[in-house]
Each structure stands twice: as C-alpha cells, then as structure tokens.
C-alpha cells in the first residue's frame, strides 16, 4: 500500500514568512510524529499525535511551531515567522498504536530559510 | 536531547565484509529499534528489539541488546553496495505511558566498496 506522503518536498523561503508542512500517514495508522533532520541536532523529536488524545507537544522548539491533524489522518506542520535556523529536513511518520510498533517514515520536506 | 550514541561515526569497507556499528542509550527502554537512510530520503525502519530481548536477526541483520550496559550492536553480514546509508538506533524512552516518540543516536554512515 501506499507510505507515508509529505509535501512539499523542497521549500525555500525568506526569513520571516510563514510555512506549512503537510502530512499524510499510512491508513490506519493512529500514531503520527513529526521530527525535525538537522546537521548540527541531529533528529529531534517535535509533536505526536495519536486518536483523539492531547498531542504530546513537548518537542516543540518554540510557539512559532504548531501543528493538527484534522479527523485522524492529515497533519499540517506551521512554522511561523520562520529564522534562518529552522533550515532543516522534518520528517513525518506513522505507525500503529502501541509502544512496540516500527515507526513509517516518509521522505520529509526539506525546508531553506534564506 | 539525543541519548543515544553511536559508533563509528563513519564506517568504510569492502563488499562481502561484515559490518558492525553500536549503540549507546542512557534511560530505560521499552525497545530498541534499528533505521536506515540513504541520501536524501527517509528512514526505513529495520529491526525492533523489545527490551526483554537479547539478540534478534532478520535476513543478513542480527541484532544485539545487552540493557544492563544499555548498548546494541547491528551486525550486517556480507555486505552489498547497496547497503551504503546512514544508519541510526533509536529508543522510546520507556515507561508504561510512553507515547513512543523515539530519540535517535547520531547515526553511523557506512560505505560499502564495489
């Protein structure tokens, strides 16, 4: 079946503009993540959503970040605002619910403040 | 914060060798898991070891934990040029209520030699 989709895939844009970052999980999944790829943090954990419960948003850098997910599927990654150091590739992934269940990964959005 | 600590930074070898890369974490565990990436892609999930778990293989991995050191190894065997890719260990933190958001060591990028 079809993996985990991000869009887009590359998005440059000048400091100070607003981005949004979509994600569309595997069907089924309940569990979604997203993380952030960088060369000097390696991959940081920024929010999880699963079902209906409270996101765990403890990986969020600042309130410039947000996300949603909208009836359990979609998710939207919003950086406001955006400074040179949110450069970096955020990757999404799903999996089942459970704490034993492999994460799906999809190929991320590479996103480049100029 | 990352907790998980890898070795080799950097691996290089020949087809048909073995490689070997380890893992450190530092908190309990409920798993531990195994990611690859090749450039520019995300990451495919490769082995999970559940915490009561000593050694698992799948095809040419084997896969070791040892959580009163709180380390793992990854054993790839016989080595193919298409095995060339970043790989990283990632562990969920433990506890009961664990989201299972994952924490990511540094990573090991092999280099497998035609």
């Known amino acids: 079946g079809a993996g985990v989709s991000q869009s887009p895939s590359n998005k440059v844009t000048e400091k100070g503009k607003d981005v949004e970052l979509r994600c569309d999980p595997i069907?089924?999944?309940?569990?979604l993540y997203w993380y952030r790829q960088s060369l000097g943090q390696g991959l940081e954990f920024l929010i999880y959503?699963?079902?209906?419960?409270?996101?765990?948003k403890s990986g969020l850098p600042s309130d410039r970040f947000s996300a949603e997910r909208t009836g359990g599927s979609v998710s939207t990654l919003t950086i406001q605002r955006t400074q040179q150091e949110d450069s970096a590739v955020y990757l999404c992934?799903?999996?089942?619910?459970?704490?034993?269940?492999?994460?799906?990964f999809g190929d991320g959005t590479r996103l480049s403040i100029l | 914060s990352q907790q998980g600590e890898e070795d080799p930074q950097a691996l290089s070898i020949q087809e048909g060798e073995n490689a070997t890369m380890n893992c450190s974490y530092k908190?309990?565990?409920?798993?531990l898991q195994w990611y690859r990436q090749n450039s520019g892609r995300g990451l495919v999930h490769l082995i999970l070891?559940?915490?009561?778990?000593r050694e698992k293989h799948s095809g040419r991995l084997r896969v070791t934990l040892d959580t009163s050191k709180k380390s793992s190894s990854l054993l790839i065997t016989a080595s193919r040029a298409a095995d060339t890719a970043s790989y990283f260990c990632?562990?969920?933190?433990?506890?009961?209520?664990?989201?299972?958001?994952?924490?990511f060591g540094q990573g090991t990028t092999l280099q497998v030699k035609p």
């Open positions: 992934a799903s999996s089942l619910m459970g704490i034993n269940q492999p994460q799906h």
């Open positions: 069907s089924g999944h309940t569990a």
């Open positions: 959503f699963q079902g209906n419960s409270a996101p765990d």
């Open positions: 908190t309990s565990i409920n798993n």
């Open positions: 070891i559940r915490s009561n778990e």
């Open positions: 990632a562990t969920d933190g433990g506890g009961s209520g664990n989201t299972g958001k994952l924490i």
